[in-house]
């Protein structure tokens, strides 16, 4: 990621000073939050299954630039109607500019690179990797703490992860996309730790705004390959990558980012391991696919160890009495 913190005078502390920093915003529900992070998981997982209807005709850089176009093109009347406040400094300008850049640029191209090389299967057990990344970092160095029951849950949900791996591999082994999918991993823990640190100083709709935007220019480099791309491609690989910009990149991160806002990063980024889940039980709906045994029994373990470890955050949310909205 790269660095926030780049001179300028007054230099603040790379802490947030508890008396400038603003306490996070209260919900005005506690179970909020938490409804938005489901909302997320279904979006993301979603994209797993309408994949399969096409976007195999778009190298990653230009399926990045088509799906980070669709994602502001959407937030586009967000910042018409004056909801986005610009980032009130140029280190708040560069981190999250950094951030955007990560995300919707660097981690997509990365990842849809890496499923060049390896199957979808063990790309997914790659990224999977980061949320338990995220949960240790956090606990160490944003004070969240490193309870027992949250790797303990994040670990039973990464066996399962595991197990659907190889019900589904194909068996498809490359080095360099080990690789790329670790840096892919490194670069989703590492935007989430940005994220957490960044909304104490950016609201979350602000900067899921500016951050897609940098993502799409950063992504410009692309146009003309995709130019080529779309002549030829399908219309359901068109509409594939669309979807993508628009519900599990627009929407999901609108909601994402609201959820990081009032939600420990270590215990939300866990939550992310329902998605394989989520997705072996919607092909099973949607498309029909049955799942092998052993899939649908990871299936069942990421959704007990997601449970497990983000229970005791969710009943203690719900404990609290309700903020003004915000």
Not at 105 to 113: E, F, K, N
Request: neutral net charge.
């Amino acid at each position: 990621m790269p660095d926030p913190s780049a001179a300028h005078p007054p230099a603040p502390s790379s802490a947030p000073d508890p008396a400038l920093s603003p306490a996070p915003p209260r919900p005005a529900h506690p179970a909020l939050p938490w409804l938005a992070a489901l909302l997320v998981m279904i979006m993301w997982a979603s994209s797993f299954v309408v994949i399969r209807a096409g976007g195999a005709d778009f190298s990653p850089g230009a399926m990045s630039l088509l799906r980070s176009a669709s994602a502001a093109v959407v937030l586009l009347p967000l910042a018409l109607i004056g909801r986005v406040r610009m980032p009130r400094s140029p280190r708040l300008w560069l981190g999250v500019i950094g951030w955007g850049v990560a995300w919707f640029a660097a981690y997509t191209i990365v990842l849809s690179a890496a499923e060049l090389l390896i199957d979808a299967a063990t790309a997914a057990m790659l990224v999977n990797v980061a949320p338990l990344i995220v949960a240790v970092a956090s606990g160490l160095l944003l004070g969240e703490g490193l309870p027992v029951r949250l790797v303990a849950g994040i670990l039973v949900a990464f066996g399962g992860v595991a197990l659907i791996t190889v019900a589904t591999s194909s068996k498809r082994v490359s080095g360099a996309g080990l690789l790329l999918g670790l840096l892919a991993a490194l670069l989703y823990a590492g935007s989430v730790l940005a994220q957490k640190t960044l909304l104490l100083h950016v609201d979350s709709t602000s900067m899921t705004v500016v951050g897609i935007v940098a993502g799409f220019l950063a992504c410009l480099p692309f146009a003309p390959a995709l130019i080529g791309e779309l002549a030829e491609a399908s219309a359901a690989s068109i509409v594939t990558v669309v979807y993508m910009g628009v519900f599990p990149t627009a929407c999901a991160f609108l909601l994402w980012g609201y959820a990081l806002t009032s939600t420990p990063a270590g215990v939300l980024s866990s939550s992310s391991l329902i998605v394989p889940g989520i997705t072996v039980a919607m092909a099973w709906i949607v498309l029909g696919e049955t799942p092998p045994p052993l899939a649908a029994l990871g299936g069942l373990l990421c959704l007990v160890g997601a449970g497990s470890a983000v229970a005791p955050s969710v009943l203690a949310a719900l404990r609290r009495p309700s903020g003004p909205a915000t």
